[in-house]
């Protein structure tokens, strides 16, 4: 069992910046490709970043490229999501979750591939 807890949201001005904290507990940190996802009022949940746990690769959806940076820190079981140049549109629950992948070069921008979820934390950015 992963258990995980979002940190790091509020209420910002659009071109601020915030980071999001995802702590994790259970089971190995390190064995855990990572990913952020973010859900808008009427909105279905959309994915917004991933890191395998090993080589580090990441991806983002288009949307967030050049502003967005996820990056983890194993020693500490945390994954983080640098949002720089926020935007209205950015505003949404965060939610981080944890998918177990062996290999550890792997990233997943599906929901339904990972394992454990957060509760999430709420970002918003006014205009």
């Known amino acids: 069992q992963v258990q995980l807890v979002e940190s790091g949201g509020g209420l910002v001005q659009a071109g601020d910046s915030l980071r999001l904290s995802c702590a994790s507990s259970?089971?190995?940190?390190?064995?855990?490709?990572m990913g952020w996802f973010r859900q808008a009022p009427g909105k279905e949940r959309e994915f917004v970043a991933a890191i395998s746990w090993k080589s580090g690769s990441t991806f983002y959806t288009d949307s967030v490229k050049g502003r967005f940076t996820i990056s983890r820190d194993n020693a500490k079981n945390t994954v983080y999501l640098q949002m720089n140049s926020l935007k209205p549109e950015d505003t949404a629950v965060y939610y981080c979750?944890?998918?177990?992948?062996?290999?550890?070069?792997?990233?997943?921008?599906?929901?339904?591939?990972?394992?454990?979820w957060g509760q999430g934390t709420q970002v918003t950015v006014s205009s």
């Open positions: 259970g089971r190995t940190f390190s064995s855990y490709a």
């Open positions: 979750a944890a998918k177990f992948d062996q290999s550890g070069r792997n990233y997943y921008i599906k929901g339904r591939s990972y394992d454990y």
